[in-house]
């Protein structure tokens, strides 16, 4: 019974790191050709690269913490932004930026 308790405490905890961003607008960056500012529901800055060395998503002005993705994820996750801001919808990311993960993303509901 213990166990049974630690494990959903565990995974409540799991949970909570992640964090749902709202996607309203993205702005392709001055100089390139694959890397998005993203107008979020966050206060900090959001970009999406999909052009230089380390690809992902990029929080803060300098890109303070980052969310690496493989070159073919952070393709489709353009790909799919793009579709749902284009039909005036939101896009939600799901980001758990302590283990440095993108859950998921899809256009909000």
Same mark, same amino acid.
């Given at each position: ?10 995974? /409540? ?12 607008? =993205?702005?392709?960056? %001055?100089?390139? #050709? ?33 969310? =690496?993705? %493989? ?8 790909? #799919? =932004? ?13 980001? #758990?930026?302590?283990?440095?993960? =993108? #859950? /998921? ?5």
């Amino acid at each position: 019974m213990k166990a049974v308790i630690a494990l959903i405490l565990a995974f /409540s905890l799991f949970e909570v790191s992640a964090v749902e961003i709202q996607v309203h607008k =993205m702005k392709k960056s %001055p100089g390139y #050709d694959e890397r998005y500012d993203l107008n979020t529901s966050m206060d900090e800055k959001i970009v999406v690269d999909c052009q230089s060395f380390v690809q992902g998503l990029l929080f803060g002005e300098v890109g303070e913490s980052v969310v =690496m993705l %493989p070159e073919w994820e952070c393709d489709e996750l353009i790909v #799919d =932004m793009k579709k749902s801001v284009s039909r005036f919808k939101k896009h939600c990311l799901e980001v #758990d930026r302590d283990r440095a993960v =993108m #859950d /998921s993303h899809q256009t909000c509901k």
